[in-house]
């Protein structure tokens, strides 16, 4: 069964109370609910870790390097600003998938520049929290391919 893990950075936490015009109503909770079920569907180990603090996901990354076939990251704000993330995911050479809830193309300017989409195989934004679902079919299905 391959292990894949989800990490969400700052204030992602805070779902459900934070700008529900961007995020949407459901809750962290739900968010975590959903994905573990889906991972469950396709056979897929999943964990999901959340960090408010940069320095926690560069550690999170590093460590999976030897614990983890796939990452799904929503880095939310140190998207826009964190070169340390960044360096730290291309060191991770496996699949590799960005995640944003809302569409940061259609926001503020700063939000329009992601450090790590760089160094990631695929990117999904703008479509809600349905995004996560998106991405793990994805991994699960990059992650076949890879042993066929
Ligand atoms: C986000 C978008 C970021 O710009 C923002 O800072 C977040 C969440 C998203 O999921 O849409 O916290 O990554």
Redesign the pocket.
């Known amino acids: 069964m391959s292990k894949i893990l989800i990490i969400n950075?700052?204030?992602?936490n805070l779902l459900g109370q934070r700008e529900q015009s961007?995020?949407g109503s459901k809750d962290y909770n739900y968010l975590t609910e959903i994905c573990y079920e889906k991972a469950k569907e396709l056979n897929l180990n999943l964990d999901i870790k959340q960090s408010n603090v940069e320095g926690e996901i560069v550690n999170l990354i590093q460590n999976s390097v030897d614990n983890y076939e796939g990452i799904i990251i929503?880095a939310?704000?140190y998207?826009?600003t964190s070169v340390a993330i960044r360096d730290a995911l291309d060191v991770f050479k496996k699949p590799k998938i960005e995640?944003?809830?809302?569409n940061?193309y259609k926001?503020e300017e700063f939000?329009h520049k992601s450090m790590i989409s760089g160094v990631v195989t695929g990117i999904i934004c703008g479509l809600g929290i349905n995004g996560y679902i998106l991405a793990i079919n994805s991994m699960h299905e990059l992650l076949e391919n890879e042993n066929k």
């Open positions: 950075g700052p204030n992602l961007q995020y929503n939310a704000a998207s826009h995640v944003h809830i809302s940061i926001r939000r």
